[in-house]
């Protein structure tokens, strides 16, 4: 599980975490969307401490991911992200969250590319 207790991460006098309380159940899967700026990959990045935030708590399976006596590396082996600018054009995200970015084995012969098309947007293999 991670949770998510009041947390406030400012860039100067910008305000770029602003207060979030937020629980994902263990094998949750949860989708992070908005406009540019607005704290999706600083989200992201504070839990696996990449980035400092200034306020609040942010727990991973009870551990807390601040507390600067936290084993990080431990930490960060069962955390892992996609950050959409990593993926290639052929690729969509539940592909690479389910196969870390390996093709299925069933994808070959020039159809593939059509069938993770139709996967990436929700209709059955053809």
């Known amino acids: 599980m991670i949770e998510f207790k009041q947390i406030n991460k400012w860039f100067g006098n910008l305000h770029g975490l602003n207060g979030i309380n937020l629980e994902i159940a263990k ?5 992070i969307f908005g406009p540019s700026g607005s704290g999706k ?3 992201i990045r504070c839990i696996s401490r990449l980035e400092p935030i200034q ?8 551990v807390p991911v601040h507390d600067k006596a936290t084993n990080l590396t431990k930490l960060r082996v069962d955390i892992g992200f996609v950050f959409q600018q990593f993926l290639s ?5 539940s592909e690479c969250h389910a196969g870390a970015g390996k093709r299925p084995k069933d994808v ?3 159809r593939g590319k ?3 098309d139709a ?4 209709q059955p293999d053809v």
């Open 27 to 31: 094998g949750g899967i949860l989708v």
């Open 41 to 43: 990959s600083t989200l």
């Open 55 to 62: 306020e609040g708590q942010i727990i991973v399976d009870g």
């Open 89 to 93: 054009p052929h690729d969509c995200p």
């Open 108 to 110: 070959h012969r020039g």
């Open 114 to 116: 059509d069938r993770r």
């Open 119 to 122: 996967r990436c947007h929700g």
